[in-house]
């Protein structure tokens, strides 16, 4: 049976390729899913150890990857740095300038990293990491000697046009804004790249003038363990001569830190990707059952003869599961091939939006090919079960038809019964998740949306029956006999129909819902930023970095301004839970007129306001004493004097802008509000504050339609990023309609000999198999357009407290139809070129 079974398939090429496609595409995406979230992993852990000492001493309260935007002013003195190196546990002991707020600029002088990952600015010393390798790698030229001398990280140098001799520009939070220095080599991270951050070392003197104000003085010092000294026993050693606000933490630690931090990024991502990979699975498994049960009817009186000459059901059976699973072996094997490269191809796009992933990192772990392997065998091994038990069921005496054929059963009362009652449960559920059920809303809507979508693609034949008579009445007016014979087609097995409708209906299923998701955020934006931009303009950065005070200071001496309110965003320790808070001068009142529920907006000294879900989520109303801890060791007691309504303007956690400085904190800006005076002429005072920031792109003058604008391209450029993923399930599915319609011509090859001979012209018969696969598409596209609509609407109403407004993207509905319309009569090409090439008295003598 092996051997017969090896036979088959190499006797059909042609059907084994196009029957393998399913299988290639899902864990195509699936490996290359797997690979990227890999790569992406190894490339931060690489860096994170290849970039970290044994001990750290730094301020207390720190965080490894915080991200404060702005440097603590409390600083390690020489003496303390020359105490740690005369310890007997300590090697080396090397004080950091760990500068913030600088930004590179190319030589076209745009922002090099645009709104990507940030610039790390620090003096050049020649430190270890935790494995005793260099912390950093000369990649050509030299380290910076002098000042005036910089190197940067190899990636950066070449974004930025700069090569060694080249004078490069640096914007600085103190002394000239605009600074040159001279690129004197390239550098990397041990470990490999830097994950698109640009990296610019300065000599020590130099980085301390530019970022300490000239004070010969460091911010953190990175320590070296002497030999047989754990790292414990570092860090110990060296909290023994430091000062109050300081301590020394290990390496592992810092590691461990950063990793928590990093990683939920990486998990965010990886599971944004795999839940892509089980649709695109999922999809594919449609497409093989669909594909087996074809073949087994192509090879009925095959079967057949195979029981008359004694071959068992099980044997029967066993054949087709052994080409199952050949074929996932093949189709699994091409597929990890083309997931690399799909790896490769996700990891530009992120590298294209500032996150760099080494290339050496993007690899085959035995992880992925384990996962695919058994995830393709699994996945069509059980799609093509039921066409196996199918074609065992053959009784022997039917070899002997002419007429032999397997005639599907038409979906049975029972089951209609229970699918009706599927949707019921379904619907439950997600009225359940309306209602307030226990646990997360969500949580219950989707499990009533999957009940749906599986539930529709098994009903398919049934509930896509009034679209096929509709298909039919439509093609029949329009194309006369090809019409109604295409019609025909489509409705003779509504089983087929339906299964390879059902693949398509899955992808655009998931594209309708995360469309009208979409459309409700962006309608909520608009509403949001009506309602709550008071301002006349808004200045930030790009990347919401901090930016140097003296960009408010230049903006406030412009004609025609009358206000300027400064926010400055900090992490801080609030009851010991990291949190980001912002401070806000007096200004601030005189612009926005916060929603109170309970006290007052005005704060004063150590007072704090907090937003309804802060209090609630912190335990604490007007009157509590919340205490906080900020980097540097800086601990204070804030009185809540008011409790408001959530809002985009400030944070949860919102006190006067003093308490930062009061707590050692350097003084820059995350965000400016302006308004300007009765009388003056918008325009202008707008052209004049775009004049102050023309030599600094670090930060952008946006009004109310420039910030809606900004909101909507950032909503749009991750709207794109999730249809392009779809697409590759919706491209699956339209390669399952191909696949079915090939092998649908191929099994009704006598029947086109027949229609041939009786007339039906070549051009007529292309004709009515694009209509076929038109019939097919439309079916998918509005059962998935109509399931993704409903699944949305109650998606948007389990969020409404976020997504305020529900809006409908009728437009893009209409767009995903005529899409699907598109990819049917492409799909038609192929099986319709091979019918029409048929020679007619052959394909009348074809069994």
């Known amino acids: 049976m092996f051997r017969l079974t090896w036979r088959n398939l190499v006797a059909r090429k042609v059907r084994l390729i196009m029957s393998t496609l399913a299988i290639v595409l899902g864990i195509g995406f699936l490996g290359g899913v797997l690979t990227f979230s890999h790569g992406l992993g190894a490339t931060f852990d690489n860096i994170i150890e290849g970039s970290t000492s044994d001990a750290v001493v730094r301020t207390e309260g720190e965080v490894s990857f915080q991200a404060s935007g702005a440097g603590t002013t409390r600083l390690v003195q020489p003496d303390v740095v020359d105490r740690l190196g005369e310890l007997p546990e300590v090697a080396a002991a090397d004080g950091s300038v760990d500068g913030v707020g600088a930004y590179l600029l190319g030589e076209d002088g745009k922002l090099v990293g645009g709104t990507g990952a940030p610039t790390l600015a620090f003096n050049y010393f020649d430190g270890v990491n935790v494995n005793g390798d260099p912390i950093l790698i000369l990649e050509s030229g030299a380290w910076p000697e002098s000042p005036g001398e910089i190197n940067l990280d190899a990636s950066s140098a070449e974004r930025g046009g700069y090569a060694i001799g080249d004078q490069v520009t640096l914007l600085l939070p103190t002394g000239d804004l605009r600074q040159e220095f001279e690129l004197v080599g390239t550098s990397n991270f041990n470990g490999g790249g830097t994950a698109g951050a640009t990296i610019a070392l300065l000599e020590t003197s130099e980085a301390q003038e530019v970022f300490l104000d000239g004070e010969d003085a460091y911010t953190t010092v990175s320590l070296t363990a002497a030999e047989g000294v754990s790292q414990t026993e570092l860090a110990d050693a060296a909290k023994a001569v430091l000062p109050d606000g300081f301590t020394a933490v290990t390496g592992q630690k810092v590691i461990d830190e950063s ?9 965010v991502i990886g599971y944004f990707l795999i839940a892509f990979a089980v649709i695109a699975i999922v999809v594919g498994a449609f497409i093989i059952f669909n594909t087996f049960s074809i073949l087994v009817s192509q090879r009925v009186r095959e079967s057949a003869l ?36 799909l790896a490769r191809g996700l990891a530009a796009i992120f590298r294209s939006q500032g996150l760099d992933i080494a290339s050496d990192v993007l690899v085959l772990t035995p992880s992925t090919v384990i996962a695919a392997y058994v995830v393709g065998i699994a996945v069509t091994m059980v799609a093509a079960f039921v066409p196996a038990r199918r074609a065992a069921k053959v009784p022997p005496v039917a070899a002997l038809r002419d007429d032999l054929v397997v005639q599907e059963k038409a979906l049975g009362r029972r089951r209609i019964v229970l699918g009706s009652l599927a949707l019921l449960v379904g619907a439950a559920l997600i009225g359940a998740g309306l209602v307030g059920a226990p646990g997360a809303d969500a949580g219950w809507i989707g499990a009533g949306s999957v009940i749906w979508v599986i539930t529709v693609a098994v009903m398919a034949p049934v509930l896509g029956h009034p679209v096929l008579l509709a298909c039919r009445a439509v093609f029949g007016r329009l194309f006369g006999t090809a019409g109604k014979l295409a019609g025909e087609n489509a409705l003779r097995n509504p089983r087929r129909t339906g299964a390879t409708a059902s693949a398509l209906m899955i992808g655009l299923a998931v594209v309708s819902a995360v469309g009208v998701l979409a459309s409700s955020l962006s309608a909520t934006n608009d509403e949001l930023v009506d309602r709550e931009f008071r301002s006349d303009f808004l200045v930030q950065s790009p990347s919401f970095q901090g930016f140097p005070t003296r960009i408010g200071d230049d903006m406030a001496e412009v004609d025609g301004v009358e206000v300027v309110s400064r926010m400055q965003g900090s992490v801080a320790l609030v009851k010991d839970d990291q949190s980001f808070v912002m401070g806000v001068d007096e ?102 504050l775009d004049a102050v920031v023309e030599d600094t792109p670090i930060v952008t003058v946006q009004d109310k339609e420039g ?22 399930a919706v491209i699956i599915a339209v390669i399952g309609i191909v696949n079915t319609l090939g092998l649908s011509v191929i099994e009704r090859t006598r029947e086109v000999g027949l229609l041939r001979a009786v007339g039906l012209s070549r051009r007529r018969l292309r004709t009515m198999i694009t209509l076929e696969s038109i019939a097919i598409a439309v079916l998918g596209a509005v059962l998935g357009l109509v399931v993704g609509l409903l699944v949305g609407v109650a998606l948007r109403e389990s969020l409404k407290e976020d997504l305020t407004v529900l809006s409908l993207p009728l437009g893009s509905l209409v767009v995903f139809l005529v899409i699907a319309v598109v990819f049917g009569v492409l799909a038609a090409i192929v099986p319709a070129v091979r019918a029409s090439r048929m020679k007619v008295l052959d394909a009348i003598a074809t069994e």
């Open 259 to 267: 990793d928590e931090q990093i990683g939920q990024f990486i998990d």
């Open 306 to 341: 195979l029981r008359a000459l004694g071959a068992s059901r099980k044997q029967v059976t066993r054949s087709v599961l052994i080409e199952a699973f050949l074929m996932a072996l093949l189709g699994s094997t091409l597929g990890l091939l083309l997931g690399l490269g």
């Open 587 to 688: 200004a601030f009142a005189e612009i926005y007129e916060l929603d109170m529920r309970d006290g007052t907006q005005q704060m004063t000294g150590d007072q704090t306001i907090l937003s309804e879900s802060s209090a609630g989520d912190l335990d604490a109303e007007v009157g509590t004493s919340l205490p906080l801890a900020f980097p540097g060791g800086e601990e204070v007691e804030l009185e809540v004097v008011g409790i408001f309504e959530d809002t985009p303007i400030t944070n949860g956690v919102t006190l006067p802008i003093g308490v930062l400085e009061d707590a050692g904190l350097r003084r820059n800006d995350s965000m400016l509000s302006i308004n300007v005076s009765e009388g003056a002429d918008v325009e202008e005072v707008h052209d004049a």
């Open 707 to 728: 910030f809606a604008d900004l909101i909507k391209q950032q909503v749009n450029q991750l709207l794109f990023m999730i249809y392009g993923l779809l697409a590759l």
